[in-house]
Structure formats: structure tokens, C-alpha cells
């Protein structure tokens, strides 16, 4: 390590003129040693603290011109074009200040690999999408902001969790994620990776077969498997899991969920559960409801599930996951916006109290959060944008911020 090479040449040259200097470089390497080693935090101490940022519609999205739900694997034309297929403006540095400034302290970037292969016999990855990719992380580092990237849309992966594709599709994954491994193999602990996304038949977001939650757990063991090959950085590195489509109910209930085997000595202290969490979706998703707690139920037709349920259900991953060693990270949520003539006001009061009940309870019990935002704005389902990105980042959605940050 560069700090250890100084130090041993400025203690070991001309400076070095006793053996009290000598045992002194002994000892400064050794304690240099520890405290790197200490540098790098377990899953928990990584989620702690963290309120998160998606960076949603963006690196996720499939080339222009290029079929969304397409499974081939290829370098797709205007591939590079990919980022702002989905009608958002080029990330730019200032984006990433933007998101700091409002006082966010980490990013999710969902990231589709697919459509930028070079070779889908080993899925060697463009160099320039790795690049680029690598621009935008090193803005977040340098807001010293903590990063996941993961595997978003990747078709072919998500789209076919049945025995058929099984073998070939971890065959896959593994060099995949060996490529991508490797490439931030030398970025520090900052640095997460996600082995998948929303994994599911395709329109089926109902309960899976057990030949699908089978998938999706051989899909998170080949994914810590290489990585953790790889070595280095990534030997101990923090790395996220899926429960099947991410729905924490198709893997909190019996066993479906298997925690994989990480590296000799890890035990589960450098993995944590990934669950998205637009719950209830009756108020979060589906604007059944435009009220959500205990405060709002006299205002209008308010959802079934409330602070109890939501307590009730944290409590529970906390005994099924956090009390076994691994992090937890709600990797999505958010509340869609709507607006209702005479009410709209109300309601945005009613969506900063949910964001800010979501974002304590998450927190007291360890949870990072990452809240979703596409850049999408109106009234009705997936409107769920905060930062006009067309705009210098403008603030558009200020209840949603002010229940995230202001707690």
C-alpha cells in the first residue's frame, strides 16, 4: 500500500539511524495495517446513517431505437445514447452536487449491462460504458458519497428465473459480474455492488413458484462467489442481495430467502438484503388511497396499513435478517405524486409525514434508503420525481425532501 512504502522509506533510509527507529517503522506499519483493515466497515456500519438517492431512468434504460424487454445480449447501436433514452438530460457533475447539496449522502445507480457486450461469450463490457459508469461514480466519491451499482434490466437475467434457463444464466452472470468486479476491483469501501434487480416473470409480480425462488438464490450465491473471487477490495466488500423481485414478502416468509455462503472468515458481517418497499401500494404506487397514518385518517379514504403496520414489518426483518449478521437496504421507495383540486396541498403534507416515518424507522434500525426518483412529474402512478433534471436540479417535489432530510 502506498502509505506503507512511504513509511518504510523514510524510516528504513538516512532518517533510520538507530534500532529504536527501526522497531518504531515496525510498529507505525503494523498500526497502519489495523487501521486500514478497520477501514473497511461491515454492511451495518455501511448502511448506518445512510439516506440515500436513485439515479432511476438513466444508465437502466435500453439503447434508442432498441426493444426495453428485448433478452439479446450485444453492443447495440448508439449504444452509448442508452442514458438519455428515456427522455432524461445527460448526467453531469452538477446532477451529483444537486443531490449532495440537498443533503443526500449516497446514490443508487441502476445500471443495464446488456446492450453494451462486447462479446456475450464472456460478456466483456465496453470499455467506454465502463468508463462512463466510472465518471459518474468518481463525481459521488468525490461528494464523498457512498455508491451502489448493480445489474438493472438485464433481460435476459431477470426475465427468465426458471430451471430451464438456470445454469446458463449463472453461467453468465458470473463472468458478468468477474468483469465488473474486476474493473472497480481498486475502489474503496465507499464502493457497493448488487447482484440483481426486480427478478420475475415477466407481468408477473404475484407469488412465485419455488422454481423461482430457487433462481433467485443461485443467482445471489454466483454473485458473491466472483466477486469475492476476484480478491483484493472486493474480498471483503459490501455486497447486496435480492429476495425474489425484491418484494421483501417473497423472502421474509418460509425460507425463501436463502442467506449465501460468503468467504472464509466473512461470515454474513459484508452482505446485506435488498428489498423495495412502495408500501402500502395501495397509497405509495397505486393512488387507491390518498391518505397514509394515524394523523391523516379524518382528511379522506385513508390506507389500511399505517405506522403500526410499517413498525410491525421493520421489526420482522430485523429478526429474520439483521439479527443474523446481514445490513439491510431499501433499495427503492417512494410515493408516487397526485393531485386533487381543493386537496393537493393536504396531501403533499400528508406524503412528507409518510417520508419522514419511513426514513426514522428505517434508520433506528440500521436500514440505508434510497429513495426512487425518475424524473417523472404529474398526477397518478410513477410520478415519482424530486429533481428537475432539465433544470439545474431544481427542486420540484419539496414535501417529498423535506420528510427525507428534514427529520
Not at 498500526?31 to 461491515?42: D, E, F, I, K, R
Not at 464523498?144 to 438485464?154: A, E, F, G, R
Not at 468483469?179 to 465507499?190: C, S, T, V
Not at 459490501?238 to 430467502?257: A, K, R, S
Request: aromatic share 12%.
Amino acid at each position: 500500500m502506498k502509505i506503507e512504502l512511504v513509511i518504510s522509506r523514510f524510516l528504513s533510509g538516512r532518517h533510520a539511524s538507530c534500532k529504536v527507529m527501526r522497531a518504531a517503522s515496525s510498529f507505525i506499519l503494523l498500526h497502519v495495517t489495523l487501521l486500514m483493515t478497520m477501514a473497511q466497515p461491515t454492511a451495518k456500519e455501511w448502511n448506518r446513517g445512510v439516506v440515500g438517492w436513485n439515479l432511476g431512468n438513466q444508465f437502466e434504460c435500453n439503447a434508442p431505437g432498441q426493444d426495453g424487454e428485448s433478452m439479446a445480449i450485444g453492443l447495440a447501436e448508439n449504444s452509448m445514447m442508452a442514458e438519455t433514452a428515456w427522455d432524461n438530460p445527460i448526467v453531469t457533475r452538477e446532477t451529483i452536487k444537486g443531490v449532495k447539496d440537498a443533503g443526500f449522502n449516497a446514490i443508487r445507480i441502476p445500471i443495464r449491462w446488456q446492450c453494451h457486450i462486447t462479446n456475450a461469450a464472456t460478456m466483456s463490457i465496453d470499455e467506454a460504458w465502463i468508463a462512463r459508469i466510472k465518471e459518474v461514480v468518481g463525481w459521488c466519491l468525490a461528494n464523498d458519497m457512498k455508491v451502489i451499482i448493480n445489474t438493472h434490466h438485464d433481460k435476459w437475467l431477470e426475465g427468465r428465473p426458471t430451471y430451464q434457463y438456470k445454469d446458463e444464466n449463472n453461467r453468465r452472470l458470473s463472468q458478468l459480474w468477474h468483469n465488473i468486479a474486476n474493473a472497480f476491483a481498486q475502489y474503496d469501501y465507499r464502493v457497493a455492488f448488487a447482484g440483481t434487480n426486480e427478478v420475475h416473470i415477466k407481468d408477473n409480480w404475484g407469488k412465485p413458484e419455488a422454481e423461482n425462488l430457487a433462481v433467485q438464490n443461485s443467482y445471489n450465491q454466483t454473485f458473491v462467489d466472483v466477486v469475492r473471487a476476484t480478491g483484493g477490495n472486493n474480498a471483503k466488500r459490501h455486497l447486496i442481495l435480492q429476495t425474489y423481485v425484491c418484494n421483501p414478502d417473497f423472502g421474509i416468509n418460509n425460507g425463501d430467502f436463502i442467506i449465501p455462503r460468503d468467504a472464509e472468515g466473512n461470515g454474513n458481517d459484508y452482505m446485506s438484503v435488498e428489498i423495495h418497499y412502495y408500501t402500502p401500494w395501495d397509497y405509495a404506487g397505486e393512488c387507491k388511497y390518498n391518505f397514509w397514518g394515524e394523523p391523516y385518517k379524518d382528511k379522506g379514504e385513508a390506507s389500511p396499513s399505517d405506522e403500526n403496520t410499517m413498525r410491525a414489518f421493520f421489526d420482522k426483518v430485523v429478526d429474520t435478517w439483521s439479527n443474523k449478521g446481514l445490513g439491510i437496504v431499501i433499495g427503492e421507495w417512494g410515493v408516487t405524486d397526485r393531485q386533487v383540486d381543493g386537496l393537493t396541498d393536504l396531501i403533499h403534507e400528508d406524503m412528507t409525514y409518510y417520508c419522514r416515518f419511513l426514513v426514522n424507522e428505517a434508520g433506528k434500525r440500521g436500514f440505508s434508503t434510497f429513495v426512487w426518483d425518475n424524473n417523472s412529474y404529474g398526477s397518478g402512478a410513477e410520478h415519482f420525481g424530486i429533481f428537475d433534471r432539465n433544470n439545474g436540479m431544481k427542486v420540484k417535489a419539496p414535501w417529498i425532501l423535506q420528510g427525507i432530510i428534514t427529520r
